[in-house]
Structures are given as C-alpha cells and as structure tokens.
C-alpha cells in the first residue's frame, strides 16, 4: 500500500530521526512529505518507530493512505521529488 507520511516536528533533533526513519521506507517529495510502501507489517513497524520517537505533546505525524487510482491521478507541477541541497548534490 501506498502512504502520503507528512510531520511537523518541533524539535530539530527529533525532525532530523523521524525525516531519517521515512527514507528507510520511501522516498521525500517535499520538505515534511514523503511517499513511502509497504505492506501492513512495514507499516506497523514503521508506526512504532516514529512512536518511539516523537513527543506527541508537541510533534505531529499524519499518515494519509494513497489508493493506486489516486496515486496515478497525481499531477504534478515542476519536481516530483524534494531535491535536498545538502544531500543530493556533488560538487565536482
């Protein structure tokens, strides 16, 4: 299944785990979003390690389901993908 994971996480430190723990499971499309799929274990497990993470007094995660119907009916308008400029660039 295809989740959309987007978070608003107030601490730096924390941001930093909860953005490194959704690349081990999908992809970032902008700044606080990413696209990830798994299968319901992943997910579960995924979920447990945000959990032991957040402060949920003062952090947000939201998981939005994406149906395949959707997910093909996503336009897209410029990158389709967050480009990090201190990651995913080499200066040669």
Known sequence: MWILAIYDIAEPRRLNRVARILKDYGYRVQQSKFEIE???????????????????????????PLCER???????????????????FVVV
Request: hydrophobic share 35%.
């Open 38 to 64: 798994v299968n319901n274990s992943s997910f579960a497990e995924l979920r447990a390690r945000i959990a032991a993470v957040i402060d949920e007094e003062a952090d947000g995660v939201k998981y939005i």
């Open 70 to 88: 959707c997910r093909l009916k996503t336009e897209i308008i410029g990158q389709g993908r967050y480009i990090d400029p201190d990651h995913e």
